[in-house]
Every structure is written in structure tokens, then in C-alpha cells.
């Protein structure tokens, strides 16, 4: 019995560390027209998804939501498609935010929820991403799972046993009511003044709608989607737009969505951009100040150093996790912790939320400056940041940057340099063709002039 055991663990370990064909750190994503984001592809994900939930469930339902772009008709017939020829039932959400789709699903109990989305990307990209019954992103020997059954032939269920396709009208105002929920009642955005970017993305309909209810005056930016604008200059990626629109109209502060709403990037009535990073000390900083215990966060390798200082002058464990938010949640749960997040705005409170959701993010944020009477200026004295060059090269899919032996000669040396007070990171996108450079330094010149010395030894690439 011991021999066949381990025999069986070697299995699946090897199994379990295949590397994935179509899936990247957040769903399958990519250019529309082009493999795998084409309608036969996502048909064919559907329905051997489909295969991997009867596993399980003899008769499941699939929630579908997506965000603005104008590939989303047609990915989702597609999806839709794919599911009932496997005998999957369908809940048409619309046009709704990521993490909307999240809540959805696990309060409506459903099997599975899809969200068509690329996110930050241009609108000529698209891409595909799902959750759990319980609302959190699916692990990767799930998605192997469902890279294996691809592999497979399809099993077209019987004309009686189809799936049925229905929509959710109210679903904008389910989760509307559901983001307020986490908003202390005993609070109030009245006589607040808020620009809300949503990206010309999913959120343009409920983001402007939740800050009135909660009594602010919206001035909204990004909220006019045409199908081939969504983060066109606006949300998140582009912060610039908000920046000048909370000066123009004197706006006590902003926030800046991503195309999927589930990343956030704040404004201040002075101009200033706050990121991920930031935000997630000050919200730290809350629940301590409010008497609650954080016995640790998760940050990121790309956190800023001198937020992993502030935690531990609060007494705060501090852990690094891969980059992305799946790998967040992936460490919190390990620990048994509620707060983490990444400088990009992705921020997790899972005693709030089961995923990152920019919307419930900005309202803990400025429920945190409304019950400490502060701005977030004077929240972040104690914690200036290192400067950061962070620089984004093309490369080949083909070549491997970690045998690439003047990039390697020369991040010996740059780390050398820097000692104790800086850092490299260099890492792949998981969702383009990019290699990630980011130097870390005291001096911003010093960032800059080592992020530039070891891209140039990638010319080549």
C-alpha cells in the first residue's frame, strides 16, 4: 500500500506542475480574431468546463457576466453555446463588474461564474476568467482539469438533456446593494465631492450609482462605453484623467477603475495619486486604529519595501506572494489572514469579499479616512515610499531572459550596487509578451539609471 501511494503522489505531482497551454495568472486572455479568442475556441472551453463541472454536479448553472467591449456579444453566445451543448444551465448577467460576478455566484449558489474580460487591456483584446461556487478564482489543477477535457472529444448531451439559457435583470442592483452593505452605516459621503473613472468599463452604470446613494456628489469620467473605448485614456492604467478632472471640479478626491472594476487607484484633493500599496496600509491602519487585531498582510514581490517597514513598526506580519491576485488569496489563505494586495490596485478583504473589487476597496478607504478625521497625505507620513523603474520589454515567447547571460552578469552586479537598500525584480507578464524590470532604490535616479542598464542588455530580444 506505501509503494502504490507514493507512486500514486509522484502522479499527481507530476500532473499538477504541467505547465498550462491556454490559462495564464488570470484566466485565458489575448487578442480577438486570434487563438484562443475566437467564438469556436470559447465553445469549446465552455462545454469541456462544462465536462469538468458534471463531474461533480449532474444539472449546474454557469453565472456569465462580461464588460464593455463589443467582442462580449460575440464571446458570449459563444460561452453560452458551449455550455448548454453540455448540458449546463446559463444566467445572462450583462454588462457588470468582475468581482460583481463573484458575489453573484456564490449568493445565488451557483456552480461557476465566467467573466468575459481583459480587464486593463485595449478593447481588441478579450479573454475569459472564472470563479467558484464560493466566489474565489479556481487553482490551477482546476484548470488543468480543464485543459485535459480540451484534449478531448466532445460529449454532446442528448436534445432532452440540453442546458437552458435565462438573464438576471436586477443584477446590477443585487450588487449595488451588496457593496453599500460593507460601508459603515453609521457614515455618510454627504457633503463629499468624488470623481468616479470607471474606465468606460463594467462598472459605468453601478460605480457613479453607489457613491450617490451613500450621499456624495459624482462627478463621473469614463462612464460613456461605446464598445471600443474601455480604458482608452481613462480608469485605472491611466490615471492622468483623473488627476486633472478632481482639480478641475475641486473634488475632494477620486477613483480610478480598470475596464473590470476590480482594481483601484485613488486621487486627492490635491492632485496627488495614491497606489495599491498605499491603500492597503491606511486600511491596516484603520482596523488597528479601531481597535481590531491584524496579525499579518500579504503583499507582493513588487510591494514597495517601505510598506513591508511600516507593517512591521505596527507589529504587522508582512508576506510576499507571487505576482497577481490569485496568488494574494492563495497566501492569505495559507495564514489565515484577511488583508492583502498589489501596488496595481488589487486589494483583498476577504472578511468583506471573496476577490479584490475596486469598488468595496475605495469605500473601505474612505470609510478609513472618515473614522481616523484624516486625509490620506497625512495617513502616509510615516510610510514614504522607495522609488520605483518599473520598465516593460518585449520579447520572444520562445527565449528564456533567466539564461540570458549579460542580463544575469549585470542584476549581480546592480544588486551588488544597491545592497540593503534597494532591490531587483524581474519577471514575465503572465498576460502579454513582456518582461517586467523593476529596480527598487532610495534615489530615484539611482531606479531609473539600473532598470535602463539591464533592459539594454535585452536589446537583442
Known sequence: MQVFATILNELKQTYFSMKRLYFGTDGIRGTVGQFP??????????????????????????????????????????????????????????????PAVAYLTRALRASLGVVISASHNPFADNGVKFFSAAGAKLDDAWELAVEEALSQEPQWVESSHL????????????????????????????GKKIVVDAAHGAAYLVAPKIFAELGAEVITLGCTPNGVNINHEVGATHPEALVEAVITHRADFGIALDGDADRLQWVDDKGHLYNGDQLLYVLVLDRITQGEKVPGVVGTLMTNHAIEE??????????????????????LTSHGWVLGGEGSGHLLMLDKHSTGDGLISALQVLQACLRMQSTLDELLQAVPLYPQCLLNIAISPNLDWRVHQELQSRIKSVEKELGLNGRVLIR???????????????EEELSAKYASYLAKSLSQF
Open 428 to 442: 514575465e507578464s503572465g498576460t502579454e509578451p513582456l518582461l517586467r524590470i523593476m529596480v527598487e532604490a532610495k
Open 37 to 98: 479568442i475566437t467564438p469556436d475556441f470559447m465553445l469549446r472551453l465552455a462545454h469541456a468546463v462544462g465536462q469538468v463541472l458534471k463531474r461533480n454536479d449532474s444539472r449546474p448553472q454557469v453565472l456569465i457576466g462580461k464588460d464593455t467591449r463589443i467582442s462580449g456579444y460575440m464571446l458570449e453566445s459563444a460561452l453560452e453555446a458551449g455550455f448548454n451543448s453540455a448540458g449546463v444551465d446559463v444566467v445572462l448577467l450583462g454588462p457588470i463588474p468582475t
Open 163 to 190: 442546458g437552458k439559457a435565462k438573464r438576471l435583470d436586477d443584477a446590477a442592483g443585487r450588487y449595488i446593494e451588496f457593496c453599500k452593505s460593507t460601508f459603515d452605516n453609521q457614515l455618510t459621503l454627504k
Open 310 to 331: 511600516g507593517f512591521r513598526k505596527l507589529n504587522v506580519n508582512f508576506s510576499r506572494s507571487k505576482v497577481g491576485d490569485r496568488y494574494v488569496l492563495e497566501e
